[in-house]
């Protein structure tokens, strides 16, 4: 009974297996075979259309939220280093006048001066004599001894000197300016049968208590000015030029003063 079944399960299984080989099949395809050859990549690559680029965009205005609160001020940073100095700006336009200011102390000036003339003529003696004058032109602030015929210098500084003297005829006019006890500079005319004018002048730089006065030779050379009471022939003059030390107002001091000697 047991082999009758295997028997029959045998039979129907070789029918089976009957049926389907007998049913013809297709031909197997493979899933590449419509790729053409290697040789024709290139020309299958130009042939195809090119691929858009796809790019990703985002819309911030969808992201964006609302504005927020103003945050707290920092603290300030380090200062920088200074930056070096600009070209210069073009000049501004004309201010307004200002006020006239209060009228300055006027500088203590200082001067001195004399002119003095004779009108006696005057011969050698034995001894050098000083000149004497009779007659005042200009002595201030009276430094010139009209007794002694000497100028005394009282302001330190530059003077000018000058002698003006008339000849007599046939005798030597022989004289010199006199710094103290030094002789300066000489007046002198030979013997002439004419009488001329004669001048001299010079400039001497004096210290307070200096002396300048003429001085008529002695008698070992015969010698002799002119003048009468009519003219004045003979003159003596001088005057500060130039004070060692200018004296300015006492509220202004040195420094406060530009090269000119105006107050600043």
Not at 121 to 127: A, E, G, Q, R, Y
Request: proline residues 7%; aromatic residues 10%; glycine residues 8%.
């Amino acid at each position: 009974m047991i082999y009758r079944t295997m028997f029959g399960s045998l039979l129907l299984a070789c029918l089976f297996l009957h049926l389907v080989v007998s049913i013809p099949q297709p031909p197997c395809r493979r899933c590449c075979d419509h790729i053409p050859p290697l040789d024709d990549a290139a020309t299958l690559r130009e042939s195809m259309p090119a691929m858009p680029e796809v790019r990703t965009y985002i819309n911030m205005t969808i992201l964006k939220g609302d504005k927020g609160d103003r945050g707290e001020r920092g603290t300030p940073g380090k200062p920088g280093i200074e930056g070096s100095p600009g070209p210069r700006g073009s000049e501004g336009p004309k201010g307004d006048k200002g006020q006239a200011g209060a009228p300055g102390d006027a500088c203590k000036s200082q001067h001195s001066a004399f002119s003095v003339g004779r009108r006696k003529s005057l011969h050698s003696v034995d001894n050098y004599q000083a000149l004497i004058f009779d007659t005042i032109f200009v002595n201030s602030p009276e430094h010139f001894d009209m007794f002694t015929g000497k100028y005394r210098c009282q302001i330190p500084g530059i003077y000018f000197f000058n002698v003006n003297i008339h000849t007599w005829n046939f005798k030597e006019t022989y004289l010199h300016i006199m710094h103290n006890d030094s002789e300066k500079a000489i007046v002198y005319a030979q013997p002439s049968d004419r009488s001329i004018m004669q001048s001299q002048s010079v400039m001497l730089p004096l210290q307070e208590g200096d002396e300048v006065w003429v001085r008529l030779y002695k008698r070992e050379r015969e010698n002799a000015i002119y003048s009468d009471d009519v003219d004045i022939y003979i003159t003596f003059n001088g005057y500060l030029i130039k004070p060692e030390i200018e004296k300015w107002p006492e509220m202004a001091t040195r420094s406060e003063r530009d090269d000119y000697g105006h107050e600043v």
